[in-house]
């Protein structure tokens, strides 16, 4: 594909589309993984950013930006993982922050804990536990629903 045809507009789309493959209901822009998108040339150049040092989906989430973009016609990829600045909960899209309540996973908030309990609303919460299924999530409890749930730590 010739870059006088594509604009980083559209490469943004299509890197919308990429789900995290921890999280699928949120794609890895929502999730602010992706940094940048530049065009020089023919070439097109994606930034990414590790949600945490070492973590293991980051080797999925390029292979499926390379492969997305390879769909779409493009021939030149650059695809840079950058460390600094490290990335934070800050990065995250609102859109994406709703997206996992709707999922059941309480979204960062300011002061470090879930302020309720994304199945049923209610403010009284405790933490079961400061490790989840993933080291970017907590253990929590809704003390009246009694259903456990995740919450994305702050980072």
Do not use: F, H, N
């Given at each position: 594909m010739s870059a006088q045809t594509l604009t980083v507009e559209q490469v943004w789309e299509w890197l919308e589309q990429i789900p995290d493959p921890e999280i699928p209901v949120?794609?890895?822009?929502?999730?602010?993984?992706v940094r940048d998108v530049t065009l020089q040339d023919d070439k097109v150049k994606v930034v990414i950013t590790p949600?945490?040092?070492?973590?293991?989906?980051?080797?999925?989430?390029?292979?499926?930006?390379?492969?997305?973009?390879?769909?779409?016609?493009?021939r030149q990829l650059s695809l840079?993982?950058?460390?600094?600045?490290?990335?934070?909960?800050?990065?995250?899209?609102?859109?994406?922050?709703?997206?996992?309540?709707?999922?059941?996973?309480?979204?960062?908030?300011?002061k470090g804990e879930p302020k309720r309990c994304p199945q049923c609303k209610s403010t009284a919460v405790e933490k079961i536990s400061q490790f989840g299924s993933t080291p970017c999530k907590a253990q929590w409890r809704c003390l009246d629903c009694l259903e456990p749930f995740e919450y994305f730590k702050c980072i």
């Open positions: 949120i794609s890895i822009v929502d999730l602010g993984v949600t945490y040092s070492g973590c293991p989906a980051m080797r999925e989430i390029a292979e499926s930006i390379t492969s997305e973009l390879a769909g779409r016609g493009v840079e993982t950058r460390i600094a600045p490290a990335w934070t909960t800050d990065w995250m899209s609102d859109t994406g922050k709703s997206k996992l309540e709707a999922y059941g996973i309480a979204a960062p908030q300011a």
